[in-house]
């Protein structure tokens, strides 16, 4: 059973900092492309950055500049680092992977995290 967990939320004052992970557990191969995801109340599931297997990443206009996506693969742990925080930022943040898993052959799977709130005030 794959799980991803997300910590670091929280609540920050606009121009403050906070740093997100997400740590996969359980029985895989590999990793493949990472995202976080965020949705805020009254709105849809929006795209933030992206990082794959060997580092190349991509972002959002909106964060660009002041958020970071990395990971450790000998942790299986992702990160957003984010920083200039903005009252638009707050939202729920939602960590996505692809993983290779199975028993008799590898095959790709989607797994989400629980999410994490992240609540920026002005």
């Known amino acids: 059973q794959v799980q991803l967990v997300e910590s670091g939320g929280g609540l920050v004052q606009a121009g403050g900092s906070l740093r997100l992970s997400c740590a996969a557990s359980?029985?895989?191969?590999?990793?493949?492309?990472m995202a976080w995801y965020r949705q805020a109340p009254g709105k849809q599931r929006e795209l933030v950055a992206t990082i794959t297997s060997d580092g190349s990443t991509n972002y959002v206009d909106s964060v660009k500049g002041r958020f970071t996506i990395s990971r450790d693969n000998a942790k299986n742990t992702m990160y957003l680092q984010m920083t200039s925080l903005e009252p638009e930022d707050t939202a729920v943040y939602y960590c996505?992977?692809?993983?290779?898993?199975?028993?008799?052959?590898?095959?790709?799977?989607?797994?989400w995290g629980q999410g994490t709130q992240v609540t920026v005030s002005s």
């Open positions: 996505n992977a692809n993983l290779m898993v199975g028993t008799l052959a590898w095959t790709a799977r989607n797994y």
């Open positions: 359980g029985t895989f191969f590999s990793i493949n492309v």
